[in-house]
């Protein structure tokens, strides 16, 4: 994996990339800490570290060796609750830091996927702006920019799935599953450390690293026929949507390929990136219910639409998907559609899909009025309404079905 970009790196953003970067990073920290404790004999005014780590099941061997105040295990998406309930565990460890002076330093490490990540970017979004719940987070954003967290505050992103891009965003997806319903917490101005390294995705599953690379492709096309892109999203998009292409395939194929792993890991932040600048549309907004009320994965909820409503964009002779044919360096949507439906085919996605037909069938009345969200449906560059959406739908399952 040689490819550069360094021009999507944000400001106040560390980019490390390559095989075995984890370990290196893990063993630079753990001179610099203990050179830090050395000090403090001599001096009692040393730097302190305060470390608390958010991470799931999985991929807690790859913490295994880092000393730490805490460690938080996600099970499942952010919901309320879950983050209220996490920010009272690590609050008390954030208040040795801002008690003990400026020379403290408070890090949170999260590794692993786009929950994970979500789960720590909130809670540091909430403790540089001292929000005590995050229902008052979800709202912060509407009345005031969030601030540049504090400077003892330092956020490590670690992605083990390659497919939501939620290191390099500055959104949160929170979830209120009772309600099917999913909100987003705004933390635009996080500092942040991001580690791509392949070793921590070696052992991912299968149909995770599908329904995660299907989410990267998803967000990689919304974001070039957003209202919202630009010069700078449409690059970002066709250079993910490139590595995807030519990776996505050999990575379900051959799982312990470190350099198509890799550059999945890539072609998912870039994915980030794009939808930072230009944000996801209809698929994404119809997917939110199918996750929330029938626990279908995320990037196959994204994916079950994804070629009807490049149909459904694609009714005014192209135009209003021109930059994703300019991206993706194809022709018309009819060559576009069916590379979609290439790598679907190869990657077994009617396989992962066809227990939910029935769920999605049984549910759609009570699924529809749930699907058009102002922050996503409202960015597609053609309206939909429910009688649309319905139609997108069933034809979805079709595709499915056939």
Not at 121 to 138: C, D, F, G, P, T
Request: some cysteine; overall charge neutral; charged content about 25%.
């Amino acid at each position: 994996m040689t490819t550069n970009i360094d021009e999507f790196i944000k400001e106040g953003t560390n980019v490390i990339i390559g095989l075995n970067k984890w370990s290196e990073y893990k063993t630079l920290r753990s001179n610099k800490i203990a050179k830090s404790f050395a000090q403090r004999r001599l001096d009692p005014v040393g730097v302190m570290d305060f470390t608390v780590i958010i991470t799931s099941k999985s991929c807690k061997k790859y913490i295994s060796d880092i000393n730490s105040e805490k460690v938080i295990e996600v099970k499942e998406e952010p919901t309320f609750k879950s983050i209220d309930n996490s920010l009272k565990e690590i609050y008390p460890i954030y208040k040795k830091v801002t008690d003990s002076g400026l020379l403290s330093t408070f890090t949170l490490i999260a590794l692993g996927g786009g929950s994970v990540i979500d789960t720590a970017k909130i809670l540091s979004m909430m403790l540089s702006n001292n929000i005590k719940y995050s229902r008052e987070a979800e709202q912060w954003h509407h009345r005031v920019s969030t601030k540049r967290a504090r400077r003892q505050i330092y956020l490590i992103c670690v992605p083990s799935t390659a497919g939501t891009g939620a290191e390099a965003t500055q959104f949160s997806t929170i979830w209120d599953k009772e309600n099917g319903l999913k909100y987003s917490i705004v933390s635009d101005k996080l500092n942040r450390t991001i580690i791509l390294d392949p070793e921590i995705s070696l052992s991912l599953p299968g149909e995770i690293t599908i329904s995660t690379g299907i989410d990267a492709l998803c967000q990689l096309l919304e974001s070039t026929w957003s209202k919202k892109a630009d010069t700078s999203s449409i690059k970002s998009a066709k250079l993910g949507y490139q590595i995807l292409k030519n990776n996505i395939v050999r990575t379900v194929d051959d799982p312990k390929n470190q350099d198509s792993r890799l550059s999945m890991l890539v072609s998912s932040y870039l994915s980030g990136i794009s939808i930072s600048k230009a944000n996801t549309t209809l698929c994404h907004s119809i997917s939110y219910p199918l996750t929330a009320l029938l626990g279908m994965p995320h990037g196959l909820a994204c994916g079950f639409t994804l070629i009807e409503v490049i149909k459904f964009n694609s009714s005014n002779e192209n135009e209003l998907i021109k930059n994703t044919l300019l991206a993706t360096e194809n022709s018309d949507s009819k060559e576009l559609i069916n590379e979609i439906e290439e790598i679907f085919e190869l990657v077994h996605y009617k396989d992962l899909m066809s227990p939910f037909v029935n769920q999605i069938i049984s549910s759609l009345d009570k699924i529809l009025p749930l699907t058009i969200t102002n922050s996503r449906a409202s960015n597609n560059p053609r309206n939909a309404n429910i009688d649309d959406i319905r139609f997108i739908v069933e034809k979805s399952i079709d595709r499915i079905t056939n």
